[in-house]
């Protein structure tokens, strides 16, 4: 069974500073990995995703991810968090493009001025 | 792309009724999905809408607590039977374009259970 794992509940970071969001997962074959982030009383909106090919994928709004097979995780990074920034962020992963996804419990994260 | 409404944005409902949400896309889509966000969880699939025939439904799920319907590929809708205070959650849909580049969400809907 595939299962994502995302260790941290809160993250507070200032803003300006960088940012890195864990994400671990557990899938038996070529995994399909996506970031989505849920505002205030929002929906969610796709930040990036990893089907093939380079690793390092950049995705909207100044967000990165690499994905580490050997670590089996798809962290997500920024090197400045602005304030508008400060929202839930899910990592899902899926086993293709058109399936559904498992979704880790989501980080919180909150950006100090 | 893909353009996805949902109504209501937001209910409130009393114990033992139900409530039918609806999911809107603007375009055709392959795939229509309907997850729940319980108050401080993640989000859980609940069934995968499947044009012209039967939902199918994850572990932990059944068709007379949550029956849904999708008549064509552009609209589907998910009914939550006799509800009861544990319903209380965020419905959202979610739905894959024929590219099937990607897994688009809809605002959800935001159901308080009294």
């Known amino acids: 069974a595939q299962s994502v794992t995302q260790p941290d509940i809160h993250i507070t970071v200032s803003e300006g500073a960088s940012l890195e969001l864990r994400c671990n997962y557990s899938y038996g074959a070529t995994p399909y990995l996506f970031w989505y982030v849920q505002s205030p009383g929002q929906g969610l909106q796709l930040l990036l995703k990893y089907f093939s090919g380079d690793t390092l994928v950049q995705g909207i709004k100044g967000f990165e991810a690499e994905f580490k097979r050997s670590q089996s995780s798809f962290n997500l990074r920024k090197p400045s968090v602005h304030w508008s920034d400060a929202a839930e962020y899910f990592c899902a992963v899926g086993a293709g493009t058109a399936s559904k996804l498992t979704f880790g419990t989501g980080t919180r994260l909150q950006v100090t001025l | 792309s893909a353009v996805i409404s949902q109504k209501p944005s937001r209910d409130i409902c009393q114990r033992g009724t139900s409530l039918t949400i609806q999911c809107q896309v603007d375009s055709q889509v392959t795939m229509m999905f309907w997850y729940r966000q319980q108050p401080g969880q993640s989000l859980t699939l609940i069934a995968t809408a499947n044009q012209g025939s039967e939902a199918t439904y994850e572990s932990g799920f059944v068709i007379d607590k949550f029956p849904i319907s999708r008549p064509n590929l552009t609209f589907s809708t998910l009914t939550v039977s006799n509800m009861s205070p544990e319903d209380s959650s965020i419905y959202l849909c979610?739905?894959?374009?024929?590219?099937?580049?990607?897994?688009?969400f809809g605002p959800g809907t935001r159901l308080l259970v009294l």
């Open positions: 979610s739905v894959v374009p024929f590219s099937g580049e990607t897994q688009y």
